[in-house]
């Protein structure tokens, strides 16, 4: 299959983001780590009674988001129809716990407090992160509008056997009206 748009925008993303989740997993780690030492008075982290909720979904979405990018790396190397459900079914469901997040970071924001540099900065992750998660998801699924952007879920261009002929009744040359593959 050619080279495509969505593809093409999809990869340095996938890798954009993969780095954004790691460094946010190290300093929510770092975070979590203090908060259930009782270290909440380290300088360098504060926090609120939203602190726990939010590193808690934090830590989930961020490694959510990395797995998911490695089977959307799969679909990126592929790029066929198949490895299109995985990925962004996977990819989805990232999005969804990092908006999660990205609702507690603005509660937490919202309740104010002291809150240290470190965990000011997964805030920011997850924030970012929404935003460039969704627009991944998006770039996954534009093959559904056009087959310009990337594989749609009805391509049959692959497999053993795929060609350019009508599918047929096994006992005969007869070509079945109607009928999808």
């Not at 780095?19 to 946010?24: E, Q, R, V």
């Not at 300088?43 to 590193?55: E, V, Y």
């Not at 770039?139 to 509008?145: K, N, P, Q, S, T």
Request: aromatic share 12%.
């Amino acid at each position: 299959m050619a080279q495509t748009v969505g593809r093409n925008i999809a990869a340095p993303l996938l890798f954009l983001n993969l780095l954004m989740y790691a460094i946010a997993l190290g300093f929510a780690s770092w975070c979590t780590n203090r908060y259930i030492n009782g270290q909440t008075s380290h300088p360098s982290f504060g926090g609120n009674g939203a602190t726990g909720f939010f590193l808690t979904f934090a830590i989930l979405a961020c490694v959510v988001g990395m797995v998911s990018k490695f089977v959307g790396g799969a679909h990126i190397r592929a790029w066929r129809g198949d490895s299109l459900a995985a990925a962004g079914s996977a990819s989805l469901v990232a999005w969804a716990i990092t908006a999660l997040a990205f609702g507690f970071a603005c509660k937490e924001i919202n309740v104010g407090g002291y809150r240290g540099w470190r965990l000011r900065a997964v805030e920011a992750f997850i924030i970012i992160l929404t935003f460039t998660q969704l627009l991944y998801v998006l770039l996954l699924h534009a093959g559904m509008f056009s087959s310009k952007y990337g594989p749609g879920y009805r391509d049959t261009d692959y497999g053993v056997g795929a060609g350019t002929s009508e599918p047929v009744h096994k006992g005969g040359a007869v070509p079945v009206a109607g009928a999808r593959v």
